[in-house]
């Protein structure tokens, strides 16, 4: 993480949030990630293919964790 001093400066945050739709083709969600978030992440190339991996905590359903590897 930077930290920034002087005027008007604010610490950086290590997590980006924004709120996205969740599509829906009768099959599966689909999630569309803004490109500006996904070049702070591993999806910074659209050639490369990539494996998500779905992590749902039972006891807290409205939480959704996905952590991506590139496919190999």
């Not at 978030?37 to 006891?59: A, F, M, R, W």
């Given at each position: 993480?930077?930290?920034?001093?002087?005027?008007?400066?604010?610490?950086?945050?290590?997590?980006?949030?924004?709120?996205?739709?969740?599509?829906?083709?009768k099959?599966?969600?689909?999630?569309?990630?803004?490109?500006?978030?996904?070049?702070?992440?591993?999806?910074?190339?659209?050639?490369?293919?990539?494996?998500?991996?779905?992590?749902?905590?039972?006891?807290?359903?409205?939480?959704?964790?996905?952590?991506?590897?590139?496919?190999?």
């Amino acid at each position: 993480m930077v930290v920034l001093e002087g005027k008007g400066m604010k610490k950086l945050g290590d997590e980006i949030s924004k709120t996205v739709n969740i599509g829906n083709d009768k099959r599966q969600f689909i999630v569309r990630i803004p490109k500006k978030i996904s070049d702070q992440s591993i999806l910074t190339d659209y050639e490369k293919e990539y494996i998500g991996i779905i992590k749902i905590n039972v006891k807290d359903k409205k939480k959704i964790i996905i952590e991506l590897e590139e496919k190999k």
